[in-house]
T-cell receptor, first 112, second 114 residues
Framework: AQRVTQPEKLLSVFKGAPVELKCNYS??????LFWYVQYSRQRLQLLLR??SRESIKGFTADLNKGETSFHLKKPFAQEEDSAMYYC??????????????FGTGTRLTIIP | DTGVSQNPRHKITKRGQNVTFRCDPI?????LYWYRQTLGQGPEFLTY????????KSRLLSDRFSAERPKGSFSTLEIQRTEQGDSAMYLCASSHPGHYYEQYFGPGTRLTVT
């Protein structure tokens, strides 16, 4: 079974401070991990995926297989980062394993 | 093409009634997914299609739920004999061949069962 845990439902950070949103997963194989974001009154959208190793909007996330974690980080928070963030897992690229398993989400609020 | 669209956006129904939701994916996206999201939870997978074939269904999809994608374009999700526990946001997503890892979500249909 695959599971994604986001321990923090709410996180408030001052503008300019570092941000870290935690994500831990459980999966027996080699998963693909993602961060999705939902800004106010907008749709859920992909922020980044671990395979690309990109920095999107200043955010990065490193897959740590030893700790089964995929924490999202940004060195300096901006007000426009306020949103709901979901960590998601896809069970590799095997056919029939296409579903995304989401965590419960973390609502990030940036304090001006 | 303005993205994945879902209709209706809101639906209020009485317990025991049947409801049907529609999802129109982004054109050229051959995979289409349905998720359900309840308050305080992340989206939960229900089912997905590749073209018109339904390839996976979650245990969450009870006998009262049925999804179709008859021509490989739009999809419908029907709930028969609705129950109060069916109240949720129903999300549709689609993905492009070769980029299956990125799912594009619609705005959702919020169902309230009274």
């Amino acid at each position: 079974a695959q599971r994604v845990t986001q321990p923090e439902k709410l996180l408030s950070v001052f503008k300019g401070a570092p941000v870290e949103l935690k994500c831990n997963y459980s999966y027996s194989g080699s998963p693909e991990l993602f961060w999705y974001v939902q800004y106010s009154r907008q749709r859920l959208q992909l922020l980044l995926r671990h395979i690309s190793r990109e920095s999107i909007k200043g955010f990065t996330a490193d897959l740590n297989k030893g700790e089964t974690s995929f924490h999202l980080k940004k060195p300096f928070a901006q007000e426009e980062d306020s949103a709901m963030y979901y960590c998601a897992l896809r069970g590799g690229s095997n056919f029939g394993n296409e579903k995304l398993t989401f965590g419960t989400g973390t609502r990030l609020t940036i304090i001006p | 093409d303005t993205g994945v669209s879902q209709n209706p956006r809101h639906k209020i129904t009485k317990r025991g009634q049947n409801v049907t939701f529609r999802c129109d994916p982004i054109s050229e996206h051959n995979r289409l997914y349905w998720y359900r999201q309840t308050l305080g939870q992340g989206p939960e997978f229900l089912t997905y299609f590749q073209n018109e074939a339904q390839l996976e269904k979650s245990r969450l999809l009870s006998d009262r739920f049925s999804a179709e994608r008859p021509k490989g374009s739009f999809s419908t999700l029907e709930i028969q004999r609705t129950e109060q526990g069916d109240s949720a946001m129903y999300l549709c997503a689609s993905s492009h061949p070769g980029h299956y890892y990125e799912q594009y979500f619609g705005p959702g249909t919020r169902l309230t069962v009274t």
